[in-house]
């Protein structure tokens, strides 16, 4: 799907982990793409990579979180100054990706690349790993808090219903409680008709 066509509550992004493979010269370049939600994902990632390819010469890789793409980095690892994150975020750019990580691990087979031959190696694999997946497009969501009194569990549980609202907590008494999961399309919509219920209070979180 064409950028220019998504929702405005949606993005573009990996269906799940995958893996591609370039070899030059004798040096081989393993690349792992993943679906990344924060920064948290990023350093798990790497710590586990790092443990598993443990004797690599180099760990590259670039990332771009958050549904403007604000969120960015490249790191080349020793490589030469942009010969290595830069291309591999160029793939995640070009492809018009975002909450993705791509990590491009380097055994160095004894000959040099040079520059050109290295930012050719790192998008190759990179691409290659992006072209073993499946682009998605992911819904953005809100997490909401209703409060409601007992009464007007047939109300709340209509517009529920209504929006087919993901439920992630419940509590029910008297006092009842609900955490669900909006589309932000819809969030303003179904907090107006939420605060036009008597004794009905909705919180974002």
Request: aromatic letters at 8%; proline letters at 2%.
């Amino acid at each position: 799907m064409a950028l220019e066509h998504l929702p405005e509550d949606s993005y573009l992004t990996l269906k799940r982990e995958s893996e591609g493979v370039y070899k030059e010269k004798g040096s081989k370049f393993l690349a792992f793409a993943f679906p990344i939600k924060d920064e948290n994902d990023i350093r798990e990632h790497l710590e586990q990579l790092r443990k598993n390819y443990y004797d690599a010469r180099h760990h590259c890789y670039a990332y771009i979180l958050g549904k403007n793409q604000d969120l960015y980095r490249a790191n080349d690892d020793g490589e030469p100054n942009h010969s290595a994150g830069d291309p591999i975020l160029g793939q995640i750019r070009s492809n018009g990706l975002t909450n993705v990580m791509i990590v491009v691990v380097r055994y160095f087979g004894g000959t040099k690349l040079g520059v050109s031959g290295l930012i050719n190696a790192y998008k190759t694999a990179a691409a290659e790993a992006i072209a073993n997946n499946e682009i998605i497009t992911a819904i953005l969501h809100d997490k909401v808090k209703i409060d409601f009194e007992y009464l007007n569990m047939n109300e709340v549980m209509k517009l529920i219903k209504e929006y087919d609202l993901q439920i992630l907590e419940q509590h029910f008494d008297n006092q009842c409680q609900l955490v669900v999961e909006v589309r932000q399309k819809h969030l303003e919509e179904i907090t107006l008709k939420i605060s036009d219920l008597n004794r009905v209070k909705i919180h974002i979180l």
